[in-house]
């Protein structure tokens, strides 16, 4: 079992930035792969970043490519999801996932094919 905590989330104004954390424990070994999701009100979750946890090569949509960086520090099992220039349609929880799987790019599309979550973080960026 992996467990993930997220943190960092909260309230900003649009142009802003901010930077999520996910901390992982447990069987972190088995955790290949590691990405972001959001879901807004009324909405599907969907992929935002995800990082070969071996590699280090990272993935992203055309949504959020250029603004938003995903990135690792193994010493402590910790993801990060560094987002700058939010916009007001960045608001959404954000969710850290696993899965034992490697990345690949329709990972992030595939929200069943992730079998690890957090509880959670809410952005909110206003205009």
């Known amino acids: 079992q992996v467990q993930l905590v997220e943190s960092g989330g909260g309230s900003v104004q649009a142009g802003g930035s901010l930077r999520l954390s996910c901390a992982a424990s447990?069987?972190?070994?088995?955790?290949?792969?590691m990405g972001w999701f959001r879901q807004a009100p009324g909405k599907e979750r969907e992929g935002v970043a995800a990082?070969?946890?071996?590699?280090?090569?990272?993935y992203y949509p055309d949504s959020v490519k250029g603004r938003f960086t995903i990135s690792q520090d193994n010493a402590k099992n910790t993801v990060y999801l560094q987002m700058n220039s939010l916009k007001p349609e960045d608001t959404a929880m954000y969710y850290c996932?696993?899965?034992?799987?490697?990345?690949?790019?329709?990972?992030?599309?595939?929200?069943?094919?992730?079998?690890?979550w957090g509880q959670g973080t809410q952005v909110t960026v206003s205009s």
């Open positions: 996932a696993a899965r034992r799987s490697g990345c690949t790019v329709t990972a992030l599309k595939s929200v069943w094919a992730w079998g690890y």
């Open positions: 447990g069987a972190t070994y088995s955790s290949n792969c």
């Open positions: 990082i070969d946890t071996g590699g280090g090569r990272t």
